[in-house]
């Protein structure tokens, strides 16, 4: 039973506009939620995360989105580049970073 | 360097050889990971560890050992390989709290 999942297994965006990825979840007990950014043959990297006492977090260019009665966050990563073409995961938690439920991952690229 | 180091990154072993995954981190963090990556899965859980001489289950930890004796080291063990166990296995680890996990570069696994 896949308790996060990510429906879009990719994602093509043109370089300059914004790209939108989405994560559902079902355990109402997640309260940390965090997205990760893959490259082929490296281990994912911490991107940004949101708590779920928030509805927002920004760090420069990538925006999470929390809505908590949909059990639904989105990362919004504006203007897209183009290294941003990658795999992302979307992971949640309970109580803290530790013990990570991950989703399948969407592949974005991101054409000149 | 300090970091999180994953050896071997390719490994190819046959049906029943045992098999270890090593992992080794630099920061003194107290809870390491054991993640495999299969695709339409995304990254499941094995095993984690609290601390030394701490560990416990995740999500998939059948035909999997680990230990930990040292802060620093937590390697996997495949005790009779199937060919199920193919996969990219991840390493990570992080400290208290709420900080995001920190991932190895991966080890490719292959049981023919």
């Known amino acids: 039973d896949q308790q996060v999942k990510q429906n879009s297994p990719s994602l093509s965006v043109q370089e300059g506009r914004i790209s939108i990825l989405n994560c559902d979840y079902t355990?109402?007990?997640?309260?940390?939620f965090l997205w990760y950014k893959k490259y082929p043959a490296e281990g994912p990297t911490f991107l940004i995360s949101?708590?779920?006492?928030?509805d927002k977090n920004e760090d420069g260019r990538f925006t999470v989105f929390l809505n908590k009665s949909a059990k639904h966050l989105s990362l919004h990563i504006v203007p897209s580049q183009p290294g941003d073409s990658a795999v992302y995961f979307c992971?949640?938690?309970?109580?803290?970073?530790?013990?990570?439920?991950f989703g399948q991952g969407t592949r974005l690229t991101i054409n000149p | 360097d300090a970091g999180i180091t994953q050896s071997p990154r390719y490994k190819i072993t046959e049906t029943g050889r045992q098999v270890t995954l090593m992992c080794h981190q630099t920061w003194s963090h107290s809870y390491m990971f054991w993640y495999r990556q299969d695709l339409g899965h995304g990254l499941r859980l094995i095993y984690y560890?609290?601390?030394?001489?701490?560990?416990d289950k995740g999500e998939v930890p059948d035909g999997y050992v680990v230990s930990r004796s040292k802060t620093e080291n937590f390697p996997l063990t495949l005790e009779s390989a199937t060919r199920s166990q193919t996969s990219v296995y991840f390493c990570?680890?992080?400290?208290?709290?709420?900080?995001?996990?920190?991932f190895g570069n991966g080890t490719r696994l292959t049981v023919t």
């Open positions: 949101i708590s779920s006492i928030k």
């Open positions: 992971a949640a938690s309970e109580g803290g970073a530790q013990k990570l439920v």
């Open positions: 355990n109402s007990m997640f309260d940390y």
């Open positions: 990570a680890s992080t400290g208290t709290g709420q900080s995001p996990l920190h």
């Open positions: 560890s609290a601390a030394a001489d701490i560990t």
